[in-house]
């Protein structure tokens, strides 16, 4: 669906006007006042999200610092002798 042309504009304004009559001004009030509150609610749920982001990837940095530590401190040789070392008293 694309953008609402000037025709279906005047025909939602009818349908206002025929539904709510002379309550047309305080309906559109409150239809403004609760976007207003949804917009608001919607910035605030993004934020939250945006401040848990960065913790979330803080922990998954450590956790791939410390896996790389491991592989640089990695010794096959060390691995290689405590396999046989096994494998002799197995």
């Known amino acids: ?25 305080n309906a559109a009030r409150k239809a403004a006042d609760n976007y207003k ?26 956790e791939i610092k410390n896996e790389i530590d491991l592989v640089k401190n990695y010794e096959p040789e060390e691995a290689d002798q405590k396999k046989d070392q096994d494998n002799k008293s197995g």
Do not use: C, H
């Open 37 to 62: 509150k949804f917009k608001d609610y919607v910035n605030k749920a993004k934020d939250e999200v945006i401040k848990q982001i960065p913790a979330e990837i803080t922990e998954t940095r450590d």
């Open 1 to 25: 669906m694309g953008p609402l042309g000037w025709e279906e504009l005047l025909v939602i304004i009818i349908i206002a006007i025929v539904v709510y009559g002379g309550d047309l001004p």
